[in-house]
């Protein structure tokens, strides 16, 4: 998420202020403030204060500027009149309506991003209706951008730069809203409605269950936030608390399906308005190819990588029966989702003590460390910034720290989800997080300093130009220099005792990589081959939920824990479905950061196995990797690999390279097993 700085009046400023500061004080301080500012009503792409907060009239509205208009015809006396012929756009036409643009969106981004900011870090209604108002603007406006931009379809002589910010606007809107007002006022207020339902989400354990007897004799709270669920579902063994803890964050997702079923006719009917045929072709083409393309490339890297995950789900799976026993966890078939040590089964290092394969051979308990030394979040997120600045890269503003919001308040609701920001588009970057001393946490917090290094690399760039190649590589930069996270740069940092120096110990650091990079794989494709399926009409509202399980069982091989019905809404339990947050990224990213690594690493004058590389405080390798954030979109994505790594197509064999010495042991160590499902 990003956002910019606009240039607006001192009045709807200072009303601007007013309102990010309310997610610092309490809610009935709040809902004062927000009456002082009287309604926020968005109109044509405008944020408007109501005339009683400022005085005197609301300003104009921000207009799409307008492609040139028909020549007026002369008629002379006694003549007929000249046929009206219409003015032909030019290059220069062109230039100076994305100029334009680029003015307009930066307003209103800004002020649609400072609303999202402040309703994810602090839910109330009124926050919710702020943020859905910013939203229905942005939309409004997009919209209304992209039909005339088709004045300039076909116009020769059209800059390479201009041509290419034409192009992006096309793809700008994430959910295209319809033209009509009420209903682009209704998908808006979905959005908002779906993020903050997420972010509300709590389970509360009846006295006399499992967790519920637990919690009530350890005096804790009466009601479970996702981080607490996680948090058993990463740490117990117990097959019963798992499968409460699962099944209690599942609960709260199906308040969610009906207006789900809403956004998608809705959001569906705005990509058709700009000539796609759904949301999911809107999507698909933002890669630099044609839709169908996109897809067979991902399925070519999908067949690259399978062969891998099927060996580690072969040996995790017979790990996991030996722990709770073949009624639990069948010879052949599906991996129960609660057993994975998370809670969507995405990623499976928070069992790793389960599948460790040479127990003893080196600890690897980063989280200990972190904890014995208590660590801070301030003290995590340093760690992580001292990794970019020994590459080169400039430190965090001074605002980055005021700003951000790193632990859970107690005080409110927020959306803990991890995500990263450029509230003003203007290198105004902050962290959205609620930090545990974990290793996880550290390789998020990398994670998403990527994103916001990314944005300071390219916040000079024209705003259509301030995205990532694609937006897998956005998400990939932070896990690239993860990599480079390697026993001993965690020795230096003292979180390791020692760094495991023997094959076993080699192979250990591989499992723990492997339980986070290999396993997610299937995971990041599933999620959007749902949704094309939704979008598409493919997969109907009453089939949402079994479509979903389908899907899960065949890329991952994993099963829900108990009978599931369309009374369910599964797929709403992870943020980035009622986020509308195109999930694909990820996929492509674990295969971008292999590839990437490789490529820096070669830049360093690395020799050895990619496992054992690790970039820090390497200039040469951080000047290569600059010049890459440094294009932002600006280029095709290929373009971008080819400043980077001399390569100009995904390539999954870095990962396999990667993971090799992992491999041969999986597949020896399974050699009995019944790998499949």
């Given at each position: 998420m990003q956002a910019r700085k606009a240039g607006e009046t001192a009045c709807v400023r200072d009303q601007w202020h007013l309102v990010l500061s309310a997610y610092a004080i309490t809610t009935r301080t709040v809902k004062k403030r927000l009456g002082l500012l009287g309604l926020f009503a968005f109109g044509s792409g405008w944020a408007v204060v109501a005339s009683t907060a400022c005085g005197g009239a609301a300003p104009p509205p921000v207009r799409t500027p307008e492609p040139p208009r028909a020549s007026q015809a002369k008629v002379s006396a006694g003549a007929s009149p000249e046929p009206v012929r219409a003015a032909q756009p030019t290059a220069e036409d062109a230039r100076r309506f994305v100029e334009q643009v680029d003015r307009d969106l930066r307003r209103l981004w800004v002020q649609r991003d400072r609303a999202n900011w402040v309703n994810q870090t602090f839910i109330t209604d009124d926050t919710e209706a702020i943020a859905a108002s910013g939203e229905e603007a942005t939309a409004a406006y997009v919209t209304e951008a992209i039909a005339k931009a088709r004045a300039?379809?076909?116009?020769?002589?059209?800059?390479?730069?201009?041509?290419r910010q034409l192009l992006l606007l096309k793809l700008a809107q994430v959910v295209p809203a319809p033209s009509n007002a009420a209903e682009r006022r209704e998908l808006a207020e979905l959005q908002s409605a779906m993020t903050s339902l997420y972010g509300k989400g709590q389970y509360c354990p009846p006295a006399k269950s499992v967790l519920g007897a637990k919690r009530g004799s350890n005096a804790g709270p009466a009601c479970l936030k996702l981080d607490d669920l996680s948090r058993i579902l990463k740490t117990s063994r117990s097959y019963d608390e798992l499968l409460e803890a699962w099944r209690g964050w599942h609960a709260t997702a199906p308040v969610m399906k009906d207006k789900y079923a809403r956004y998608t006719e809705l959001g569906n009917k705005g990509?058709?308005?700009?000539?796609?045929?759904?949301?999911?072709?809107?999507?698909?083409?933002?890669?630099?190819?044609?839709?169908q393309a996109f897809e067979a490339d991902v399925e070519r890297l999908w067949s690259e990588v399978k062969p891998l995950y099927d060996d580690l789900h072969c040996f995790t799976r017979a790990k996991l029966r030996t722990k709770y026993g073949e009624d639990k966890v069948p010879k052949r078939g599906p991996i129960p989702a609660h057993?994975?040590?998370?809670?969507?089964?995405?990623?499976?290092?928070?069992?790793?003590?389960?599948?460790?394969?040479?127990?003893?051979?080196?600890?690897?308990?980063?989280?200990?460390?972190?904890?014995?030394?208590?660590?801070?979040?301030?003290?995590?997120?340093?760690?992580?910034?001292?990794?970019?600045?020994?590459?080169?890269?400039?430190?965090?503003?001074?605002?980055?720290?005021?700003r951000s919001m790193l632990s859970r308040p107690k005080d409110r609701d927020v959306v803990c989800h991890a995500s990263a920001w450029d509230?003003?588009?203007?290198?105004?970057?902050?962290?959205?997080?609620?930090?545990?001393?974990?290793?996880?946490?550290?390789?998020?917090?990398?994670?998403?300093?990527?994103?916001?290094?990314?944005?300071?690399?390219?916040?000079?760039?024209?705003?259509?130009f301030q995205a990532g190649a694609n937006d897998g590589f956005h998400e990939g930069i932070g896990d690239t220099l993860a990599l480079s996270v390697t026993p001993q740069y965690l020795k230096g940092l003292g979180l390791l005792d020692q760094v495991p120096t023997s094959d076993k110990g080699r192979i250990n650091v591989q499992m723990k990589m492997a339980l986070d990079k290999v396993a997610f794989l299937p995971f990041g494709l599933?999620?959007?081959?749902?949704?094309?399926?939704?979008?598409?009409?493919?997969?109907?509202?009453?089939?949402?939920?079994?479509?979903?399980?389908?899907?899960?069982?065949?890329?991952?091989?994993?099963?829900?824990?108990?009978?599931?019905?369309?009374?369910?809404?599964?797929?709403?339990?992870?943020?980035?479905?009622?986020?509308?947050?195109?999930?694909?990224?990820?996929?492509?990213?674990?295969?971008?950061?292999?590839?990437?690594?490789?490529?820096?690493?070669?830049?360093?004058?690395?020799?050895?196995?990619?496992d054992t590389c690790s970039i820090f405080g390497n200039k040469q390798a951080g000047a290569k990797l600059q010049a890459m954030l440094e294009l932002g979109q600006s280029k095709p994505w290929p373009e971008a690999l080819a400043t980077l790594a001399g390569e100009t197509r995904a390539d999954a064999s870095a990962m396999l390279e990667y993971f090799a010495p992992l491999r041969a042991y999986l597949r020896d160590q399974t050699k009995g097993e019944q790998c499949g499902w």
């Open positions: 300039f379809d076909g116009v020769p002589g059209i800059a390479p730069d201009v041509a990509a058709k308005e700009i000539g796609f045929e759904d949301m999911g072709a809107l999507w698909r083409s933002g890669y630099d190819m044609p839709p057993l994975l040590g998370n809670m969507w089964a995405q990623q499976w290092d928070g069992v790793y003590d389960l599948v460790e394969p040479y127990p003893g051979q080196g600890s690897l308990d980063v989280d200990k460390k972190l904890r014995d030394r208590k660590v801070t979040p301030v003290g995590m997120v340093k760690l992580g910034e001292s990794f970019f600045t020994s590459l080169g890269f400039d430190a965090l503003p001074k605002t980055f720290w005021e509230v003003s588009w203007n290198d105004d970057l902050r962290i959205k997080m609620c930090i545990e001393p974990t290793e996880d946490e550290l390789i998020t917090i990398h994670h998403e300093l990527g994103h916001n290094y990314y944005f300071h690399s390219y916040y000079k760039l024209p705003i259509l599933v999620i959007d081959k749902w949704r094309w399926d939704v979008f598409s009409g493919k997969t109907p509202k009453s089939r949402y939920n079994q479509a979903w399980w389908e899907l899960r069982t065949k890329f991952q091989g994993i099963a829900a824990p108990d009978a599931r019905s369309e009374a369910d809404f599964d797929p709403g339990a992870k943020f980035h479905v009622p986020a509308s947050t195109p999930y694909v990224r990820y996929f492509l990213a674990r295969i971008y950061q292999f590839q990437f690594h490789r490529a820096l690493c070669r830049a360093a004058g690395h020799t050895g196995s990619l």
